[in-house]
Nanobody, 120 residues
Framework: VQLQASGGGLVQPGGSLRLSCAAS????????MGWYRQAPGKQRGFVAS??????TYADSVKGRFTISRDYAKNTVYLQMNSLKPEDTAVFYC????????????????WGQGTEVTVSS
């Protein structure tokens, strides 16, 4: 199983970016998909997650970021609007999923990270 994240880049304050993360491989079922971020010199922290129709956000991104999911494509998106310099970080996607070889047992899988820089 692999998670491939994309969509990061350099954007000016107030701008927008859309991150994508696609899960591939022998996947039986995906429970939760989400995004975390790690700013320079800081620990990795929660950004947003989606489980079924339920979304959860960190307080720092509520009203600015929107998480969504394409179940047919095993892909999760993060639409980021009104970006601030403090949003600068490497963003990682995570999926809680079960593989075909081990149906019903769920583990965390992480993508490789995509870098977001908010600067003028």
């Amino acid at each position: 199983v692999q998670l491939q994240a994309s969509g990061g880049g350099l954007v000016q304050p107030g701008g927008s970016l859309r991150l994508s993360c696609a899960a591939s491989g022998d996947i039986f079922s995906i429970n939760t998909m989400g995004w975390y971020r790690q700013a320079p010199g800081k620990q990795r922290g929660f950004v947003a997650s989606i489980t079924g129709g339920t979304t959860t956000y960190a307080d720092s991104v509520k009203g600015r970021f929107t998480i969504s999911r394409d179940y047919a494509k095993n892909t999760v998106y993060l639409q980021m609007n009104s970006l601030k310099p403090e949003d600068t970080a490497v963003f990682y996607c995570k999926a809680v999923l079960s593989e075909v070889q081990n149906m019903g047992v769920y583990y965390d899988y992480w993508g490789q990270g995509t870098e977001v820089t908010v600067s003028s």
